[in-house]
């Protein structure tokens, strides 16, 4: 339910203001596979205090003891007479999106909210949602109007019979193309352009003006394997063959057990950068834009590190050179795949075109988007030369990926 708000008011709140920046951001998705863990102690005796059981006084109706728990019997009564209903923890967020939205929506989205169960009172109980229960939406497209039995639609599918959603509207998401006119300047070319027979000059400004003048640059050697990569060397198509080759080996791994291990340390890394001077709002965009670069810290958490470098060994990979090798093969690959509309989602997002949209959520939304937008221009960020490495060998990739369910042990892989 609250997605489908969210996306409603996606829809109809976006517009195109030019004033944001997301570069504030640049680092927030670095990951220090070489981070200080010797705090690390305090966080796991953490994460132990929250997983403990409550303790309920008694193993089962035969075994309840002969002494009375007071304790337990007020902490029960003071709750039963306090609440009669538990809060949902995204009951404050629906309420700040349904009166964001235009009054007109509300009969789209009002009489399904009278079929959820457990939906608060006070949003209920709002002027204009209150009178939409099982009534259904005045205002429908003209392609609906007559339709038999339309009354009997579900009314989670109301809002599809919304007349804005079938208008012929001007995209405001793409901008009109106009085509710039450029003043023609006079050309000069030097005297060693010219032919010695007093040429005209326009036959002479097709001609090179030296065999020698031209310098090549000899592509690098996509059929050889990078000599210790790094985070800024360019890819080779042999560098990304070699890294999709460990893939299958890393899911077996971590059937082993070792994969409950990562997930251990996860909650723990998280809690560590949560301490930190800028901890993100959302920590798991770390695992879409670096997700092998945060598998090998969270190996290192979880003291299966030296474990997991055996399997990536056998490609020749130290499991730093592997996690950069790993992370520039799926930000190339996902350049290789998008299509036009992701190509202009990336530029918009970094011209801030989003902005003043941003702007109009409740403030505490509001860095979560713009980490969200850094998040999906930093999952494209590549260099052409690692494009260029991995297109001939991006249906392989892809293939790789779907025998592996899309999943590098307990990330999913985002494209």
């Known amino acids: 339910m609250y997605k489908i708000i969210l996306a409603l008011f996606l829809t109809f709140g976006i517009s195109h203001s030019a004033t944001a920046d997301i570069s504030e951001y640049r680092h927030s998705f670095d990951v220090k596979m070489d981070m200080d863990l010797s705090n690390l102690y305090k966080y796991i005796i953490e994460m132990q205090k929250t997983a ?153 400004q097709n001609k090179p003006a030296s065999a020698k003048a031209r310098k090549t640059t000899a592509p690098a050697d996509m059929t050889r394997r990078t000599l210790y990569p790094s985070l800024t060397s360019p890819l080779t198509t042999k560098d990304a063959e070699a890294v999709m080759a460990t893939w299958d080996k890393i899911n077996e791994w971590g059937k082993k057990g ?31 834009v670096n997700p092998c670069q945060n598998l090998v810290l969270k190996t290192r958490i979880a003291g299966i590190y030296h474990s997991f470098s055996t399997i990536v060994a056998q490609e020749g990979f130290t499991p730093e050179e592997w996690a950069y090798t790993c992370d520039k093969t799926l930000k190339a690959f996902r350049a290789a795949n998008a299509n036009h509309s992701m190509a202009f989602a990336i530029r918009f997002h970094r011209r801030g075109y989003y902005e003043h949209y941003y702007r109009m959520l409740p403030q505490k939304w509001q ?45 999913p892989i985002i494209y």
Do not use: C
């Open 52 to 204: 403990e059981v409550y303790n309920k006084g008694y193993t089962s109706r035969f075994e309840m003891g002969n002494r009375f728990n007071k304790e337990f019997s007020r902490v029960i009564k003071a709750y039963g007479s306090s609440e009669s209903r538990i809060k949902t923890s995204y009951e404050d967020e629906l309420l700040d999106l349904i009166l964001m939205l235009p009054k007109e929506m509300y009969q789209y989205i009002g009489p399904m909210l009278h079929e959820i169960p457990t939906m608060p009172e006070k949003i209920l109980n709002l002027p204009g949602i209150k009178e939409t229960k099982n009534k259904f939406p005045e205002e429908i497209a003209e392609k609906y109007k007559g339709m038999e039995n339309i009354e009997a639609l579900s009314p989670a599918l109301y809002i599809a019979l919304m007349p804005q959603m079938w208008e012929k509207k001007k995209n405001l998401d793409k901008p009109a193309n106009i085509p710039s006119v450029k003043p023609k300047k006079p050309v000069f070319l030097p005297d060693y352009l010219k032919e010695k027979n007093d040429s005209p000059v326009p036959q002479a």
């Open 367 to 411: 860095e979560s988007m713009r980490e969200s937008e850094a998040a999906l221009v930093a999952m494209y960020s590549v260099l052409r030369e690692d494009v260029e490495a991995v297109s001939p060998i991006r249906e392989k990739i892809r293939k790789k990926l779907l025998e592996n369910g899309e999943m590098l042990l307990i990330t």
């Open 258 to 288: 070792n994969d409950i291990a990562v997930i251990r340390a996860g909650i723990l890394l998280d809690m560590m950068e949560q301490d930190g001077d800028k901890p993100l709002r959302q920590p798991a965009l770390k695992d879409m």
